[in-house]
């Protein structure tokens, strides 16, 4: 069947646009990978270059998605090739390959949100919240959440986009917000708070320029992954759009939401890691659970707070994960005519295999996570801007200016950053990516290997 035949839903409201593209932002990337990111590169000096790339990088990297998920009401297989001709298609087949790497171990992560969810009704992770990490996150009980999380994500999915995506979307996003909002003000209280802010907002730009080779690729995957850049969700999304609205207002607010809830976690995670006198790159992958099932044991009502938390994470996790297999689904359903349950059925079966290795081994989780975020995520976004920046550049520049008021200025800017500035930095980020990668091979794999 071609894609023309296919009739595509379009968001019921105009929100909902809005509210699906914040739901697949807002996630794990924000919550959990991002304090674990901050705490790797060494605090401030990764925010200052994290949030420098979030404008230069994501800002007009997101509205090309748009403009390419909106002109060609396909899927990213079918948009890139209706966009740059046929040989793009195999560009957007790079970005299938992204969605199951990337899902294979998100799924990970939020089964362990899951389990912590489940272990604020029965305190389980008071009597010492980093043996507990240490204990739920690696092993056939990590398998057995992931595998309950990738069922959410298929029923959800098989169900179909309207009702399945929009739904979870209302109901996490303002909830997420306050709780954290929340659990600043109690993190404002704690003794090495102080000390945290230091260490987080100010910048010491010796360490940048001492750690430059590692924090930029760091940054770059980050400010990707966190906006759902790189693979083809945005241009999914913008896909069901169906009016001419605004792509720049639309970006702006779901970019400033994104950013906030990452910055806030900040906020609260780390005067909890100062105050428990720990050195903020150790808790790795586990900081943001460690440092909250932590607060969660001290304040008063604390499971209940902690379930609540929990629960919206898991929500969050549930409408990113939704909006990564939603590409591949989207794609046999338009290219193939494959039904959706069984798209979604079979697709996310392999993905929950894909990931087992991920739940058994901490070094193949590392494996997945850097090579997914810094690698493949810059990969992808660099071949989309040469795509517009270079190739059909018209084309984009017609569609961005639909829905805007005074559109010649603001379309050539864009186009302009698209061609030069954000190419050149991912060419450089991704450069930097695949020597860490080879050095986390050489140090991290080869032993690994040698050690089974
Ligand atoms: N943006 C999501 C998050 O922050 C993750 C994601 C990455 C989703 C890439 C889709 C595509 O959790």
Known sequence: MAASDVIRESWATRIGFILAAVGSAVGLGNVWRFPFQVGQEGGAAFLFIYLAFIVVIGFPAMLVEFAIGRNTKRNPVGALRAFGGKGWEYVGGIFLVIGFVLLAFYSVVAGWVLRYFFASFTGAYTADPGAYFAQISVGWD?????????LSVIAIVAIGIQRGIELAAKVMVPAI???????????????????????YLSPDFAEIAANWQSVLPAAAGQALFTLSLGMGVMITYASYIDEDRNLIEDGTAIISFDVAIAFVVGLVVFPIIFTAGVDPADPGPGAVFISLAGAFTEIGFGWLLGAIFFGTFFLAALTSAISIIEVIVSYAIDEHGIDRRVATTVVGSIIF????????????FGLYDQLAAEVLLVLGTLFIMILVGWIAAPRAKAELAEGLEQPDRLTDVWIWLVRVPVVVVLLVSLYLAVLGFGEFLRTELVPWFEIR
Do not use: Q
Request: glycine residues 12%; without cysteine.
């Open 353 to 364: 295999l894909l990931g087992i290795p991920t739940a058994l081994d901490p070094v193949l």
């Open 142 to 150: 990590a398998v057995f959440f992931h595998a309950l999380f990738m």
């Open 177 to 199: 917000f306050f709780i954290l909002a929340g659990l600043s003000v109690y993190a404002f209280t704690l003794g090495g708070a102080g000390e945290a802010y230091a260490y």
